[in-house]
């Protein structure tokens, strides 16, 4: 069965520094990634996917994560944090119509 | 289109007693999912109904089960609640792509307090 890790339970961090939340799964059969973000009592929204195509795939506030099929990664990064970016993260993989999710990422932005 | 819905959004039950959780999908999509959300065991996966039929199941006991109706809407029903049933209970449905499903649309959940 496929597994997914995140090694960072909690990354703090401050405000308009980069920041990089680690994602490893453990089998690179064709796999779909994703990033989910969950803000405090709501549900999981979905901030970037890879299906195919280009590795580096971005959201559309700021996001970016790298498909590294070698590495069995998919770490998601943004070169300059915001207060508003204090969520849990979420690594997923679906495989052969199989979801899996990481254990989640508490990233704590400060001023 | 509308998203992801889930009722009710808090429930308060007795250990022993039994609920019943709702969900209704993105319109299309024929797949949902079932989550169960803890501080300590993060995001576990229930179960996943596609067409009315389990297509998917987690390790969960039977004491936890669903279904899904032809318009697609999920019912997930716990029976003899415990104490370690009290959680955040997220569904999620998605569609159907020619190498199967894509990304899933998550429903706001069910906070469900079992005391």
């Known amino acids: 069965a496929q597994s997914v890790t995140q090694l960072d339970s909690q990354v703090p961090v401050f405000e308009e520094a980069p920041v990089e939340l680690r994602c490893n799964y453990s089998?690179?059969?064709?796999?779909?990634l994703f990033w989910y973000v969950q803000y405090p009592n709501q549900g999981l929204q979905l901030l970037l996917k890879?299906?195919?195509?280009?590795?580096l795939v971005k959201s559309i506030n700021g996001f970016e994560a790298e498909f590294n099929k070698s590495q069995t990664s998919f770490h998601l990064r943004k070169p300059s944090v915001h207060i508003s970016d204090t969520a849990e993260y979420f690594c997923?993989?679906?495989?052969?119509?199989?979801?899996?999710f990481g254990s989640g990422t508490k990233l704590n932005v400060k001023p | 289109k509308a998203g992801v819905t889930q009722t009710p959004r808090y429930l308060i039950k007795t250990r022993g007693q039994q609920v019943t959780l709702s969900c209704s999908p993105i319109?299309?999509?024929?797949?949902v999912s079932w989550y169960q959300q803890t501080p300590g065991q993060g995001l576990q996966f229930l179960f996943e109904?596609?067409?009315?039929?389990?297509?998917n199941k987690g390790n969960f006991p039977g004491r936890f089960s669903g279904r899904q109706f032809s318009n697609s809407r999920s019912e997930m029903n716990v029976s003899t609640l415990e104490l370690g049933d009290s959680a955040l209970y997220l569904c999620?449905?998605?569609?159907?792509?020619?190498?199967?499903?894509?990304?899933?649309?998550f429903g706001p959940g069910t906070r469900l307090t079992v005391t």
């Open positions: 999620a449905s998605s569609t159907e792509g020619l190498a199967g499903p894509y990304e899933q649309y």
């Open positions: 089998s690179s059969v064709s796999v779909y």
């Open positions: 890879y299906l195919s195509g280009s590795t």
């Open positions: 997923a993989v679906n495989n052969f119509n199989k979801f899996y």
């Open positions: 319109s299309g999509h024929r797949s």
């Open positions: 109904y596609f067409s009315e039929t389990q297509r």
